[in-house]
């Protein structure tokens, strides 16, 4: 974060802020020669039950299941700052017994705001047909991509109080603006027989019915609230700490894409002519997503 004071606009301020979270990754991965047995769970909407594909049975199949998901937030803002009203006086100190100096005052802000939330999740099997009779391998992949752009105006108001060498700052600000959903669903299957391998589209999950790639637009209005406590280390540094908290509503994520209503007609290779529902399917699902964090820093100023 970094600002300064307009000299010739007593009062005015510009302001700038990047905030990002490195990429996050959470990883699933199980194998087995058939013991134990591992399958993947989906609602068969053709029989209209519970029912698994297998990944691993003894004298049957073997493979494995591998689970990545993945999770990357950025944002910016750009603000003009103004200062609306300030006090300054004196205090009583138990601690010193005397007399110290106090402050507060009251800005508002106004400015451009920035939110990017990027995740995925892949699901990918590699199997081995145990079944002499039915050799072969094969190589599934579900993926699902999930992409929320917020651009928006952001309206803010800041406290600042001090008490001596302490001071306590208290800020709320509301961004209100578009934010672009983006859903990228994927999947195949590769079939491996005899050395020659033959690409399907579609994996468990994923399959022709709601694979592609989902856009729209949403208002959105994304609150923001923090404090931070400072101490004036020097006339010119202050050391901080400091509590923040971001809602954003209205954002897509990968999870809440996937159907497990699934058509087992349509797994690689698709029989034809195809019977039963078109399942799975694609509808936006939405859901809130909750930034929190302390953060520790410094201030100088000159």
Known sequence: RFGW??????????????????????SFFQQSNGTPIIARPFFNS?????????????????????VDATSRLDGAAVRFRRQMCCQEGC????IC???VPTASRLDTTIGYRFWELKESLQMQERLT???????????????????????????????????GWWSLDMLMRLGIGNNLQNVTI????ATTVNGTTTNGTGGLLAQRTNIGIYERNQFTMVPELGATLGYQVTQRLRATMGYSLVYMGNVVRPGDQVDLNVNPN??????????????????????DYLIQGLNFGGEFRW
């Not at 205090?91 to 138990?94: D, M, Q």
């Open 46 to 66: 053709l029989a209209g039950r519970e029912d698994s594909e297998l990944v691993a049975f003894p004298a049957v199949i073997g493979g494995s299941m591998a």
């Open 266 to 287: 349509l797994l690689p290779p698709e029989n034809v002519p195809f019977t039963g529902p078109l399942r799975p399917q694609f509808h936006f699902v939405e859901t």
């Open 91 to 94: 205090g009583y100190s138990n």
């Open 129 to 163: 047909s145990q079944l002499t009779t039915d050799p072969g391998s094969f190589n599934i992949i579900d993926r699902f991509d999930t992409r929320n752009l917020f651009n928006g105006v952001e309206l803010g108001v800041l406290w600042q109080g001090r008490r």
């Open 97 to 99: 017994c005397q007399t």
């Open 5 to 26: 004071w307009l000299a010739a606009l007593p009062g005015w301020g510009v302001e700038g802020e990047y905030v990002g979270f490195g990429e996050r990754t959470e």
């Open 186 to 189: 994927n999947g195949s299957t």
